[in-house]
């Protein structure tokens, strides 16, 4: 065998296990990675009832805040302070909701990929 044959089947063999390896590799991390992203879409999937349900119970903490809980106002500084901060709560509880329906978005568009 002249000396140029052996030079290009030692580089077609080492391309070729190179290249066997590295796609076997690249298989592996696509797995784990559509593997990973299932596994946070789907939690994140189950945390969003929480979330939702802390919007919910904000919203009806307002309404018996706004009411004063079914008590005469006796002091106007305090009813107002915990109005407020009621409303706040409920602003919180939305704006981490939609964060976490961002989260699932983003989530879903990397599995489609």
Sequence with gaps: MAKSTVKTFVEQFVALVKGDEAAATAAKVERQRIAA???????????????????QDAEDYVVKCRLNHGREISNRQSYVSNLIAATEKVKDAQEALE???????????EIDM
């Design 37 to 55: 992203l299932n596994t946070a879409f789907h939690n994140a999937n189950g945390d969003l009832v929480d979330k939702e349900q802390r919007v």
């Design 99 to 109: 964060a976490h329906q961002l989260l699932i978005s983003t989530l879903k568009a």
